[in-house]
């Protein structure tokens, strides 16, 4: 095992941490009950399963395709957390079951990919640029390190193991080896994985390796080209060709050192980034934790939905122009937000600074949990911040990365909330439960319980195995402009204890101590910066981590014509009925009025507004009723 | 001669009109010193003027278009409402040449069409929907008419009657003739010109024949699909096949009686109106002047720009949904606006009702005059209500339609001024100079003096040849909230006399009788119908019929951040430096301030903003400086 060396702070497993939370419980329950039964039927069903028989001949439909192993690994991740913190059975067998098929197509050599087994096996390693074989490595190897963990289990872990082996032995700088790199990132960041959990620095290298190759000049997949058929050629050249030849559409335009602004798509790019982060920390490569750092801030400062989408265009699944986020239009793929809380985790624990977990937080309260239904079954791949009623959560995608991608990060929930360090723990997130913590050489069981994200009253209790000096680290989030905190019920001066977003309270714990945080949760209105020319006269409502949103379902009117003045009262309401338990927001707004209007198209004056009240729910609630409009940019005055 | 017996009054030839005006007189004399020159110089240099010589033969460059023919008949119809008003001998001679090219590609059997003459001969007549063999002879005989009624000369008026002659051989109803329709309208209107010119009923009854011809079942474009080749039909396909068979395109969806909705390319939907008025007005027909009337009403009250532009959508080139008004996007095609003007005179002398009026002096002031630059020698084709800096005017277009309709408009505009009918007279448009008219049987001399459009006192000297009664009509602008009117300074009373938009005043008129009108002109805020999504919360500004916006060569800042309070004092200056002499608007706004912003992309409250005063200039004015951005629709409180 190593120890990453770099980071101020380590991440806790799911394993460690026990969720009993009103908001999250009942979604994690979903999650295993609902949602990772019906992922793994959709995964039968349509043959991805089985697909791993390797008995698909010439002529069978369906034909594999060449990314199905990965929904399936995903699948297995997801599966693997929930049981790591939820025993059943028949999910343990279930996963033997899958494990040992995957086993079973694994190669002489340890190659291990369905598609270029049984379809076109002649073009194994022939298209990084574009046919996945890397990434569905990496989604195995994350399965592989998910299910050991959860279970102590090594069949899949072992099998991966030997696949990464074959992989560092065909890609490389020595002599023999070859030059190469995904064209979709994701097993930069499982290697490390599998670094971390067998000490092999092969795999370590191996990552770096891949990081390195990007931006090369010729670009990697610039030489895949000269020998690629037309038709084997054709993905690659639509989207490498579009201004002349140009790869930023999988950050390959330049070498990641020299990065400073995100580009092309948005999964690959924050797949690759968090990958980066894992190698920077792990080598104690300054420079290109330096790289990390620019393209965070770009990212969250230039190209973030106010829900923590990323990746704006439909045209290329990911980033374009500083500022330029459209509402309806909005790509934002929940396979997306959820890499960004992949990397705000890891910059968070190299750099300890709680601007990471505010976005962290609000992709996961937002643009990520969007991504699923609250009955666990439909998703959305795109997450547009306005609709006009005609974009609706399906059950499945013929390109199903969404769907096991949110069901892993629900089931492994746990892995966020805390972290640990010699000499200090954190509570990063503020969902109820239990956890065993190690820090100043002893044990810790720390429990939080609160109302959150629905209040902003927390008790935390502290119960060191023995009375123990080290700092309690808890996160004041960004959204909060007003905090208090006390020890025993004695009131701490923040101001002297907060550094970078965490109030530190450093003592000798004695088992049994009690800290209450109270975090002000009014409703606030958001405004975009200026140069959001979509924005412009419009502001979002926020409350806590939750961004709300109107629908029609509430606002039977053209939502567009809603206005809400620079005063107009906010209140919160929780309603307990309404889309699982929800705060809703209540608010006294206009509505432009059409009622004095004729047949004319203009006239002179102004329009004329009449008192409207609105009612605005949890974007990540929205189209669970009847279909219709739907904005969390609301038009204002 | 014919004297059309189903409208209230009829309009007065280009020849009896001569125009003196601080405004006009100007771009008159640019239309005839630049414009005319400039588009006969690019018809000559691209190849249009000799191809009458029918010396292509196949290999040359360029290959002839089939839409060529119709830009050298609208640069002769141009040239011959300038020759009208001011002799030309050179003018004149160049003329008689091109006209006699024109004669000598006559063909034997009266044809006259050079693409179809020397590029495809057997290909004549063979695909009406997408050709524009039709829409040519069309813009030949509204050439010939104007050629003749200029000059005298008959040359092209005899041509193109022999052509006429022809093509009323081969279309019709009667055994061995062939159905049949323009899939570009155009020789509706034409045909009831030449009708009127010649009184030959023979015209009038095909222009008829050809209205009638639209909306049948099988559609009339249909049945050419059954024959075209797949390569001679691909652009029919394009624009005939988008959901399922539809010919909505060129408004051949339904019967013209039933049609109340306007759909389609706008140029040629507005062509077609105009035809159908003309053919309704000469026969009687009252069913087909009711349908002109719902879709006139359709396309003020749903599908019209704030400067008269119609067809919102590139991708027809027409129109799209109700209220569907983009502004960046609109397309709004110059002739579209033109096209407009043609049909409103046409509903104008049917009615008398000044809401056709005011929409043709909305298109004319604006959406039209745009579309030509104040130097005479640059066009815009699209027309949209806002820019980024990325849109200007061309010398010249591959499909050039453009550039010549808008030099016959500005050519013919003392043929919009005045109306005259046995017992009124009318004025419509206030643009200075003098008239002959002809009412009560006697005839008149009426001069008009004014400032007119940047101010809105009007002098009017009525000088019967002896005193007679009639009714003199003087519109009052539907933009105009305040107007008053005196006799021989005797002021009226407007209510008593204002009917349809008009004040009548009906007495003895002697000679020397003054009339003055004073139309108030203050700066106008203008709303849009809540129902077009894209002006909710803006306003355009307005003075009498002038419609402004935003220039950033005036205001070097985001014209989005801009924002209108509802009590911003807005002042008209005359500015005779700026753009030719114009009257520009100062205004005390509101600016969104980035000031404050750090590198944050969200914050809670809202933007600040900071005094900023504004000027617009007038709409049809922009794209003459810097490339820069530009609004109509402002934001606004």
New interface residues.
Partial sequence: MSQATNRKMSPVSVAQVAIDDGFWSQRIETNRTKTIPHEYKQCKETGRIDAFDLAWKPGDEPVPHYFWDSDVAKWIEAASYSLATHPDPELDKLLDEVIEKIAGAQQPDGYLNVYFTVVEPEKRWKNLGMWHELYCAGHLMEAAVAHYEATGKRRLLDVMCRYADYIASVFGSNPGQRYGAPGHEEIELALVKLYRVTGDRKYLELSRFFVDQRGQNPSVFQRELEYLSEEDSRINRYFFERNGFDTSYCQDHLPVREQSEAVGHAVRAAYLYSGMADVAVETGDEELLRACRRLW?NV???K?Y?TGGIGSSRLNEGFTEE?DLPNRDAYAETCAAIGLIFWAQRMLHIDADARYADVMERALYNGALSGVSIDGEKFFYVNPLASNGDHHRQEWFGCACCPPNIARLIASLGSYIYSESPSDVYIHLYISGQAELNTAGTRVKISQQSGYPWNGDIEVKIEPAEAAEFGLNLRIPG?C?KATLAVNDVEMDNASIVRSGYARIYRRWQPGDTVRLNLDMPV??????????EN??R??LSRGPVIFCLEEADNPV?L??I?LP?DAKLTAVFDEELLGGVVKIKGEALL???AD?G?????????TMRPYSFTAIPYYAWDHRMPGQMRVWI???
């Fill in positions: 801030d969250v400062n230039k973030m106010v500022y959204w402009r606030e209105r958001v405004a975009a910066h200026p140069n959001v020319v412009i006269g502001v979002a053209p567009e014509r206005v620079r432009i009025d059409d209007w047949d004319e198209l203009y006239r002179f004056g102004s329009v038009r204002s005055l």
